[in-house]
């Protein structure tokens, strides 16, 4: 198993003290040289090429390498960006994520039509893998959905009755996206979240209409959020796992926040939703055993996500993996 880091644990969407400093070209520099004194060999990136939401993803402008047109602005071109991370010390992308709320939050942002979220799935995962393939990369980590609660709102006219055919319109472009990626040698896993249509039990019904070729990203936090546990679903997809997502939370949905829109930020019960790795009830250890027992020789992605301090973080991280996790 190789440990490596999500650069999502960096919050681009919540403001603070300084905040504008993390759309900086020098600010990720520094932070990819702290990645790898921290030891990680490999980085999993996310993916957004659209310009509406404009604190996070100020494209062209962000140093963040979130899109081909980021990268292509501030590093010259995926070459060149491999070779400054190589320079520093990390020796690959592990993979990218795609996240189809980005989709809903950009037709919504424009007043677009929900008729048009298929097509922009399909052509930003095809967007995705030709990233993959600049950078040397090989796995595009897609999530399974946007929120329930924005589902619900915008979709089927916002009545009762539009989950059926998204989930079956989901699974054929899943399967379709997984066909070009093979056709590039590149593969393709679904990740899930709490607040997505991989909720609970209904993760099993989603992989059950998938091709073999379509592996799975467990996100243990989101699991144990959605009420699985997170050692016994790793057992259950032991054959089809990748990029395995290694974070933490001590949340409990007593709220049904899964269903609300902003399902990560509660308006009410507890506010804090994820905590740093190694705090919350996630038994991390178990599920590196169980990986182990698994003969999983893949990435494990260790993420603190909306963590209060970065740079601690990636200390905590580090710590934990080689003195508990190496040691399951």
Excluded at 3 to 12: A, K, T, V
Aim: charged share 20%; hydrophobic share 40%.
């Amino acid at each position: 198993m190789k440990f490596g880091c999500s650069l999502e644990m960096i919050n681009m969407r919540t403001s603070g003290p300084n905040f504008i400093i993390r759309q900086s070209k020098g600010y990720w520099m520094e932070m990819f040289k702290l990645v790898a004194a921290a030891g990680f060999k490999g980085i999993e990136l996310p993916y957004n090429p659209y310009s509406s939401d404009p604190i996070a993803f100020e494209v062209g402008r962000c140093g963040m390498p979130i899109s081909r047109a980021a990268v292509h602005a501030k590093y010259e071109s995926p070459q060149a960006f491999m070779a400054m991370l190589r320079d520093f010390g990390i020796e690959e992308v592990t993979g990218v994520h795609v996240n189809p709320n980005d989709i809903l939050l950009e037709l919504l942002a424009r007043d677009g039509q929900m008729s048009e979220y298929f097509p922009m799935l399909q052509a930003l995962a095809d967007e995705a893998l030709d990233f993959l393939s600049a950078l040397g990369a090989k796995t595009l980590v897609l999530s399974i959905s946007p929120e329930i609660g924005l589902l619900a709102e915008n979709f089927g006219g916002g009545k009762d009755g539009w989950q059926p055919d998204f989930v079956a319109r989901t699974i054929e472009a899943v399967n379709q996206i997984a066909a070009r990626a093979e056709t590039k040698g590149l593969s393709l896993a679904l990740k899930n979240e709490f607040w997505g249509m991989g909720h609970g039990e209904h993760l099993q019904e989603i992989f059950a209409g998938l091709v073999p070729q379509v592996l799975y990203s467990p996100d243990v936090a989101h699991l144990s959020i959605g009420g699985q546990d997170p050692v016994k679903t790793v057992e259950i997809f032991a054959s089809r796992l990748a990029q395995v997502r290694l974070n933490d939370t001590s949340f409990a949905d007593t709220e049904q926040n899964f269903r609300k829109i902003n399902a990560e930020i509660p308006v009410t019960g507890s506010q804090r939703v994820f905590c740093d790795l190694g705090e919350g009830h996630v038994d991390a250890k178990g599920l590196c055993q169980s990986l182990q027992k698994a003969g999983y020789d893949g990435w494990i992605i260790c993420e603190s996500r909306n963590t209060l301090n970065v740079h601690r973080a990636l200390l905590k991280l580090r710590w934990l993996i080689d003195h508990e996790l190496t040691q399951a």
